[in-house]
Structures are given as structure tokens and as C-alpha cells.
């Protein structure tokens, strides 16, 4: 299932990965995020090996049942490339003066 990553204090979104049934649970239960990697298709534990944890606050889910929410304490960066949030590329921004 989609999992949209979000800084408690800031709002800011941080990153989209997946969970599966056993992250899910892991997250749950230590209350710190665990994902699914689709491509090495073997579980992730969120700053395992950067230190870069994150603490889950608050879990919520979309109307359709279909995407997850994970409100977090993070503990440094969230991108692989040092970067906050994995979103700090802008394709569009009308808010811009041209």
C-alpha cells in the first residue's frame, strides 16, 4: 500500500514508499517506520543503516482504504541524498514570478 511520509511538526511531506502486510505490523509495533521495498522485494527498516529514524506519531488512513498517512518525529533527513524531504525538485510552481 502507498505510504506518504509527513513531518508532525512542519507538515512537510517527506517521502512515498510501501508497505506490505509485515511492515505494516512492524511500524505498529515499535512505532517507527518499517517499508516494503518493491524492487530488492525485502522489508526496510527507515534509517537502519543512516540513522535517520523516523517515530511514528499518528497512522491515518484515505477514504478509500487504499493509501496510508504516517505522521512522524524524524530524526534527520528523509531523501537518500541528504535532502529533507525526497520532494525538493520543483517540476511546476505558478506561485514563481516568472
Known amino acids: 500500500m502507498p505510504t506518504i511520509v509527513v513531518d508532525d511538526k512542519t507538515d512537510q511531506v517527506l517521502m512515498m514508499a510501501y508497505v506490505n502486510?509485515?511492515?505494516y505490523q512492524l511500524s505498529l509495533k515499535t512505532m517507527q517506520t518499517?517499508?516494503?521495498s518493491r524492487s530488492r522485494k525485502e522489508l526496510w527498516h527507515k534509517g537502519e543503516t543512516s540513522g535517520n529514524t523516523q517515530q511514528i506519531v499518528?497512522?491515518?488512513i484515505d477514504c478509500d482504504e487504499d493509501t496510508l498517512l504516517m505522521r512522524?518525529?524524524?530524526a534527520?533527513?528523509?531523501c537518500h541524498t541528504g535532502h529533507t524531504s525526497c520532494f525538493y525538485r520543483t517540476v511546476v510552481d505558478?506561485?514563481?514570478e516568472e
Request: charged residues 15%.
Open 76 to 78: 534527520g533527513p528523509a
Open 72 to 74: 512522524v518525529i524524524p
Open 94 to 96: 505558478k506561485n514563481q
Open 21 to 23: 502486510e509485515e511492515s
Open 34 to 36: 518499517w517499508f516494503w
Open 58 to 60: 499518528a497512522i491515518q
